[in-house]
């Protein structure tokens, strides 16, 4: 099975094509708010690496957020045109699942603006603590290794290899039965930052 892999939800553009369990071709640049000018010269430039026609892919895969509302729409318009175009199976995957990949003790930061992030905290195929939208101020990193925008908290930035990390986490890849009805995932506050 051949499987385009997009993530546009972020700072990074990252477009990958897996075949069976093998990365065989990649991209992956710092692109924040870019995205769009750039996707689909990324999308061209995976295929023609990896010598394989666009019509021949059987699924694609979106990290379908949370992260930029621009973003996250960008990879999930184009999930939609191929899905219907080829057509081919559509999956999503949490954008934060993606970035910690299958690490131990691992938490994801990205900057959700006004001093807050969204966080999670995994330990390789197990969820310490679910996708969620928190104060910076209230994220006590402990010994986790920290990936994505780890300056929040006086570290430095690390997002890993995307392109890898979707192969990583492939267990995780969510089928959409109805890609007419695919929608991003945004976080809603937590509740904790009402207090």
């Known amino acids: 099975?051949?499987?385009?892999?997009?993530?546009?939800?972020?700072?990074?553009?990252?477009?990958?094509?897996?075949e069976d369990d093998n990365v065989i071709s990649s991209y992956s640049e710092p692109c924040?708010?870019?995205?769009?000018?750039?996707?689909?010269?990324?999308m061209e430039d995976v295929?023609?690496?990896?010598?394989?026609?666009?019509?021949?892919?059987?699924?694609?895969c979106i990290s379908s957020g949370p992260g930029s509302y621009t973003g996250v729409r960008i990879a999930m318009t184009i999930a939609k045109v191929i899905g219907q175009v080829l057509p081919c199976e559509v999956y999503t995957v949490s954008t934060l699942r993606l970035y910690a990949g299958n690490r131990s003790h691992c938490m994801v930061l990205m900057d959700a603006?006004?001093?807050?992030?969204?966080?999670?905290?995994?330990?390789?195929?197990?969820?310490?603590?679910?996708?969620?939208?928190?104060?910076v101020g209230e994220i006590a990193p402990e010994d986790h290794l920290l990936i994505?925008?780890?300056?929040?908290l006086g570290k430095e930035d690390d997002f890993g290899d995307i392109a890898q990390d979707f192969l990583a986490v492939k267990p995780y890849w969510k089928k959409i039965e109805d890609i007419a009805y695919l929608t991003p995932d945004y976080l809603k506050e937590s509740e904790s930052y009402y207090r």
Do not use: N, W
Request: charge should be positive; charged fraction near 25%; include cysteine.
């Open 113 to 135: 603006r006004a001093g807050r992030a969204y966080t999670a905290v995994y330990d390789k195929e197990k969820t310490i603590l679910s996708d969620t939208i928190l104060p």
């Open 32 to 42: 924040f708010k870019r995205q769009s000018e750039e996707v689909f010269h990324a």
């Open 148 to 152: 994505g925008d780890a300056s929040l």
């Open 1 to 18: 099975m051949l499987t385009l892999c997009i993530d546009t939800a972020y700072k990074y553009l990252t477009c990958a094509l897996i």
């Open 47 to 60: 295929f023609k690496t990896a010598g394989v026609d666009k019509k021949a892919i059987d699924s694609i």
